[in-house]
């Protein structure tokens, strides 16, 4: 009997203990966690683009992870590593002047450490190339661009480990019907 008074005992203090610490509707140490590596996510998704805007190879490969994979619209972007995504950048860099990114419909999912996440969103996309004249007016635009990606907080930075980018086409490639549960 001695020992069952003892284990409520411990019990009671234990719980009272709990309930000092957590104070009902408080938001947990993770929550927190998860919410600050969201906004900090949120950010990195919309400054990523930003070594377009000022030209800089440099500024992309701070954004790339070493081991990164881009697989763009065209059928031979598919490229794994900064060596190999490097060139593809370097040429789109050179044809593209005053890119403008337009993105809604963002979606990330946050891994339960808060040090992953993946995402998707839809952009519009805007530029000109050497070849325009600035003063046409005449411009390039690419609308509803399907634009998924992974990043990963590396030695306290965020680096794109896979980026993709489609672009669909009108009707199925495959004929298929939709089907209702």
Known sequence: LHMLKKFFLIKAIGLFLY???????????????IEKATDEVKLFINDQYDFFSIGSIDEAERKFYKDAVLIGTDE?????????IKPSLLGQIDAIENPKFVTRNLNITMSDDGRMASYNQIIDFSYRTPTTESSSGVKYEIKNIRNSGVIKKISGDWKLIQIH?????????IEYELKND
């Open 76 to 84: 031979k972007e598919y490229f794994f590593g900064w060596n190999k």
């Open 19 to 33: 309930s000092c610490n957590h104070v009902p509707g408080e938001k947990s140490l993770k929550t927190d966690l």
């Open 165 to 173: 980018w489609s672009i669909g086409v009108k009707g199925k490639v």
